[in-house]
């Protein structure tokens, strides 16, 4: 049975560079799939397809609850139920944190002004930072920066949540608050595809777990599977110099 | 005080001075619809030359080309004095206007693009993954932030929109220098002109001053 999320043959290169050779995946609805890799393994280029935000070879498939990711009618559409968080956080800087979590839920959903105010400041309150409503993003810190970006998303109700390396760009001591946002957020029915570089994350609150190198996925399994007993050379390699330092 | 007699003769001055107020009100009417024209015709260009379909992109950045490296004066005189012989005769009045509005979309133009590009890759990203059409994300998202940043060009652009309004005066257009070499001509005295320029620069001086005062303010933001 195809997943929710249905990925078949996904090919995308960059000139002359193929950044990924062809990969099949199927995410369930609810599923916390995290993504790990080397940089430039083609973990990000993988979600960035699923939204869109980078096309990929015309003979690969992506669907997305049954339609499919290409440019026309149904691409704002698909978009609108794929929530992403980025890892520069890329909120609006010249609205407020309440409007940055308003605006596409006004413009897309069309829902009243009243009704998207009450959303935004229950989201915010979720996320821990009801009180910045009314601050610009910039007088934010990192952590909480991303905790409104997820905010922002969550806004629009969507079916899935991309995570593209959310605490890559974080100050270390922030990274905690975001993390427990999203552990907050895994089992509410939510689609997740996080890349991360946190496997203690990955490991306590993924359903599944990804291994890519070199455009490939090379393994996938549970938590225990990749981190206890990983049956590939690569990731054994990729576990050992990561997690012995 | 001879000097004094020559060029700020008091009494030729009131004398001509309601002269000049009508054509100050000229040169104001014509520089404000430049700008305006301008304003609107220019952000319309920079969308084609950043997003539309690539024989119109090619289009749009001829044209901005065009009207960047041909001189304002020649235009007017080619819209005033040519176009007739094709049956197109504008007035003096639109002739200016047109050929302002003309080149100032242009420069308008390459002001806009320029402030799009500026704008970082992420937010076109994040108003994307949102789920906003191209038309909510310009309007809601990328055109605040660009305009911010081109505020002090554009006000440059204004100036020398307003400054070139004086070229209407060689389409018989009474305009502010116009009127001022008429009175000239009139009192046999360079009065007026004095007086003309005083004008433009009392309207002008305080715009350049709020450019400066711009450009350092949002230098110090960035």
């Known amino acids: 049975m195809p997943g929710y999320i249905h990925i078949r043959n996904l090919k995308k290169s960059f000139g002359s560079f193929t950044a990924l050779h062809g990969i099949d995946l199927d995410i369930a609805e609810g599923e916390v799939v995290c993504v790990i890799g080397p940089s430039g393994s083609g973990k990000s280029t993988l979600i960035r397809c699923i939204n869109l935000l980078e096309d990929y070879a015309a003979d690969s498939t992506i669907t997305v609850g049954g339609t499919p990711v290409q440019r026309g009618r149904a691409l704002e559409k698909v978009r609108a139920d794929v929530g992403m968080v980025f890892q520069s956080f890329n909120l609006f800087p010249h609205l407020t944190v309440l409007r940055n979590v308003m605006l596409a839920p006004m413009r897309v959903r069309h829902l009243p002004e009243a009704e998207a105010e009450q959303r935004a400041r229950e989201l915010l309150r979720r996320v821990g930072i009801g009180e910045q409503a009314d601050k610009f993003p910039g007088k934010l810190s990192g952590g909480q920066q991303q905790r409104v970006a997820i905010a922002r998303a969550l806004a629009m109700e969507p079916k899935v949540m991309l995570f593209d390396e959310p605490t890559s760009a974080l100050d270390p001591e922030m990274v905690g608050e975001v993390l427990d946002v999203m552990k907050s957020l895994a089992g509410t029915g939510v689609t997740m595809l996080v890349v991360t570089h946190e496997m203690g994350f990955a490991r306590q609150v993924a359903d599944r777990v990804i291994f890519m190198d070199g455009g490939r996925i090379v393994e996938s399994g549970t938590p225990a599977q990749i981190f206890d007993t990983p049956q590939e050379e690569r990731t054994r390699n990729f576990l050992g110099a990561v997690l012995n330092h | ?222």
């Not at chain 2, 819209?79 to 242009?106: K, Q």
């Not at chain 2, 799009?116 to 076109?124: C, D, N, S, T």
């Not at chain 2, 305009?175 to 009139?186: G, R």
Request: charged share 15%; aromatic share 8%; net charge positive.
């Open chain 2, 1 to 222: 005080m001879e000097i004094f007699d020559t060029f700020f003769n008091l009494p030729v001055l009131i004398r001509t001075f309601p002269l000049l107020l009508s054509g100050l009100w000229i040169t104001l009417q014509i520089g404000v619809v430049s700008i305006l024209a301008g304003l609107v015709a220019g952000l319309g260009l920079a969308l084609v030359r950043l997003y539309a379909a690539g024989w119109l992109r090619f289009l749009a950045r001829l044209y901005i080309d065009v009207m960047r490296s041909i001189p304002l004066l020649v235009l007017l005189i080619i819209i005033y004095y040519a176009l007739p012989f094709v049956g197109i005769r504008l007035s003096p009045f639109l002739s200016a206007v047109a050929a302002l509005s003309l080149v100032s979309a242009a420069y308008t133009a390459e002001i806009f693009r320029a402030g799009i590009e500026a704008i970082p890759r992420g937010q076109f990203e994040a108003s994307e993954a949102l789920g906003l059409g191209v038309r909510h994300k310009m309007v809601d998202v990328i055109l605040p932030q660009a305009i911010r940043i081109v505020i002090p060009p554009l006000t440059n652009n204004c100036i020398n929109v307003m400054k070139d309004t004086a070229l209407a005066s060689v389409v018989a257009m009474p305009d502010l220098l116009k009127q001022a070499t008429q009175a000239q001509a009139l009192s046999a005295n360079p009065s007026p002109l004095i007086g003309a320029a005083l004008i433009y620069l009392a309207i002008l001086w305080p715009l350049v001053a709020a450019v400066s005062r711009l450009e350092r303010r949002y230098g110090k933001d960035r």
